[in-house]
């Protein structure tokens, strides 16, 4: 059965400290990744998606930038975070032909 | 561009009455909808999604109908439970296009008894 893990859970980073969030997923070959971002009490904003290893396209950058190093390994990143940056971080995949997006349980980022 | 318009941001119910929740889109090509429901602190789960064949998805009591000539894809329950609070997001994706998968602006629902 697939699985998707993000990483951490939850983070409370200072102002201009860098960021990394990590997205696994296992048991699906070439899936489509993305990330997602909602502000708290917000909608849900996608970011970068990727369709295939090494390759990401932005969406919204939001001063962040996205990369997929492995077939099944998408990460999230910043070298300079704002206090804008806080909320809600959403790795996703669906398999390619555009079907069903399935979501990870996320991080939840407090930037201080 | 490509788009989804949810025009209620909330939702207030009594326990019993019947859920309407509105989804427009507005796409180049042939989309599938759906339906997310996001409890409070965890992700956005599947609900619905769109068939390509007309019949109407169902899951938990909720329905919804693509109505090509409307866009819309309106998500529909007889009878709200107290559980049914949440936020709902309507979404499209091509069928067979890109992999940009686009959220309305979401409604949060909620169930009074």
């Known amino acids: 059965a697939q699985t998707i893990h993000q990483w951490p859970v939850a983070e409370i980073k200072a102002v201009g400290s860098p960021l990394s969030l990590g997205c696994t997923i296992k048991?699906?070959?070439?899936?489509?990744l993305y990330w997602y971002w909602q502000a708290t009490g917000g909608t849900l904003q996608q970011l970068f998606y990727?369709?295939?290893?090494?390759?990401v396209e932005s969406v919204v950058q939001l001063n962040l930038s996205a990369s997929r190093p492995k077939d099944d390994q998408f990460i999230l990143s910043t070298e300079k975070l704002l206090l804008s940056h806080s909320g809600f971080y959403l790795c996703?995949?669906?398999?390619?032909?555009?079907?069903?997006?399935?979501f990870g349980k996320g991080t939840r980022l407090t930037v201080v | 561009g490509d788009s989804v318009t949810q025009t209620e941001g909330l939702v207030t119910l009594t326990e019993g009455l019947p859920v309407m929740l509105n989804c427009t889109y507005q796409?180049?090509?042939?989309?599938?909808l759906f339906w997310y429901v996001q409890h409070l602190n965890e992700a956005p789960k599947l609900l619905l999604k769109?068939?390509?064949?007309?019949k109407r998805p169902e899951h938990q009591g909720f329905h919804a109908t693509l109505h090509k000539s409307s866009s819309s894809f309106h998500l529909q329950k007889s009878s709200a439970q107290l559980s049914d609070s949440a936020l709902y997001y309507c979404?499209?994706?091509?069928?067979?296009?890109?992999?940009?998968?686009?959220f309305g602006e979401g409604t949060k629902l909620t169930v009074s008894s």
């Open positions: 796409s180049t090509y042939s989309p599938f």
């Open positions: 048991g699906k070959s070439s899936p489509n």
């Open positions: 996703a995949w669906s398999l390619q032909g555009n079907t069903e997006v399935f």
């Open positions: 979404a499209l994706i091509y069928q067979g296009g890109s992999a940009k998968l686009i």
């Open positions: 769109s068939f390509t064949d007309n």
């Open positions: 990727s369709i295939t290893v090494g390759q």
